[in-house]
């Protein structure tokens, strides 16, 4: 079978699984099985399957997925972001458009401490649009915010994405987290350019309003209790890995302990919210866990039918320079995350986009950097980006699809300015990794 035979037939089966609604693990699992019995042997070929499945998630730079994830359960349940987000009100005073860019800055806090982009929206969304509803604010205001600032969880650590994408590609693993840090805080910082914009053009859209006053001396009250001792779980996550005390895998175990040290500093600490926070890690984790073997033996079966090398040597034989490959892969990625959600997107496309980018010698974090903005990207795009779904539940359905994506359109117009200037100045992206090593 031709190398583009089997391409075809293998994503594009994987790819009607999924549409007819089977689990992703599962759809990888009937896809590898087909592709054994064609291109490994069959039944020799299904043992060597069921052997890498089970070394793929044998690995101990798989342990941070479900520490991290442990990390996000407890700052949720425990209480300790509407601590932040309480804190961070008060903080801001008074002036004009303030809620949005509270939005973004406890974005930016709870990407730090959660690990999941949508767990972030669906949290930040339950305090926030409610709040803007009832002091007036237009929903874009809002709405467009929080898209954007949910998706901040997939650069700023602990990302679950960059851990999932540096173990599945063999990519260090402290490298992408730390690459994620500097484009994170731009993009936040772009953000909160856009809503001054925003703003500027439409100031009917933010009213004016009187809040609590806050007196110096109570502000540096919060800023000592409220949110300073919310540096701790960054300390402890991304501050060991930079100065070499810590592996990311033993780095997710500090960021769990930071948080447990934090519950008990305020006093909510309770084996029911502990009980609740594994059991939710212990199912997400598996279900990844899962997804991992399938899409790590779906990489090999598709090497071994050809599939690998001949896509390769095809992409590379057009005489494209190195940036408008990355343009092409990019806008791939894209068009991929408008119909997949981030996990199946990255999953499905590593053993096909990787070796294009090896075989072109582009930095592989720098990729992966570009990878999760595009995976963000995707996850508040029609017709099947999730956020806007958990974004149209939280509004109650007094929002369309069509008008929450709007919302988020000069959020994500952001995103892409931040693949541009990552790619023109790649040391924003690479100068923690270096400086790690």
């Excluded at 402290?174 to 731009?186: D, H, Q």
């Excluded at 073997?293 to 079966?301: E, N």
């Excluded at 050809?306 to 190195?322: K, N, P, Q, R, Y």
Aim: glycine letters at 10%.
């Amino acid at each position: 079978m031709e190398w583009y035979s089997a391409a075809i037939l293998m994503v594009g089966l994987i790819l009607g699984l999924m549409a007819l609604g089977f689990p992703v693990a599962i759809g990888f699992l009937i896809t590898n099985i087909v592709g054994v019995f064609l291109f490994m042997g069959g039944e020799r070929g299904v043992a060597q399957l069921v052997a890498n499945g089970a070394t793929s998630v044998n690995s101990f730079l798989l342990v941070p997925i479900p520490l991290f994830i442990v990390m996000g359960e407890l700052f949720f349940r425990s209480g300790l972001s509407k601590r932040a987000f309480d804190a961070l009100d008060k903080l801001f005073g008074n002036f004009k458009g303030r809620l949005s860019y509270i939005t973004v800055a406890g974005g930016t806090v709870t990407a730090a401490m959660s690990g999941s982009s949508l767990a972030s929206t669906a949290m930040l969304g339950s305090i926030m649009v409610p709040e803007g509803e009832r002091r007036g604010y237009r929903s874009s205001f809002i709405v467009g915010p929080l898209l954007g600032a949910g998706g901040l969880a997939i650069l700023i650590p602990p990302s679950i994405l960059m851990v999932l994408l540096g173990s599945i590609a063999r990519i260090d693993v402290g490298s992408l987290l730390l690459a994620g840090v500097v484009p994170g805080l731009i993009l936040a910082a772009l953000y909160v350019a856009a809503i001054f914009v925003m703003a500027k053009l439409d100031p009917e859209g933010v009213p004016d309003y009187q809040s609590e006053r806050v007196s110096a001396g109570q502000k540096l009250r919060i800023l000592a209790f409220d949110i300073m001792p919310l540096s701790l779980v960054i300390v402890a996550v991304v501050g060991t890995i930079i100065y070499g005390i810590a592996t990311p895998s033993e780095s997710a175990a500090f960021g769990v302990l930071a948080v447990l040290i934090l519950m008990g500093f305020y006093r909510c600490l309770t084996v029911q919210v502990v009980i609740k926070a594994v059991t939710e890690a212990l199912r997400f984790s598996v279900m990844i866990f899962f997804v991992i073997v399938g899409a790590s033996t779906f990489s090999q079966v598709f090497a071994y039918s050809g599939a690998t090398h001949g896509l390769v040597d095809w992409a590379t034989s057009f005489d494209l320079s190195i940036y408008a490959m990355i343009a092409v892969i990019f806008v791939v990625l894209l068009v991929a995350g408008m119909f997949l959600d981030a996990i199946s997107t990255m999953m499905l496309t590593i053993p096909i986009l990787l070796p294009i980018v090896q075989d072109l010698g582009f930095d592989e974090v720098l990729f992966g950097v570009i990878m999760m903005i595009s995976l963000e990207i995707g996850a508040v795009t029609p017709p099947l980006g999730l956020a806007l779904y958990v974004m149209h539940s939280i509004t109650g359905g007094r929002m369309t699809l069509t008008q929450i994506f709007m919302a988020g359109l000069p959020f994500l117009i952001c995103s892409i300015l931040l693949v541009v200037l990552i790619i023109v100045f790649p040391q924003l992206a690479l100068y923690l990794p270096e400086l790690a090593r």
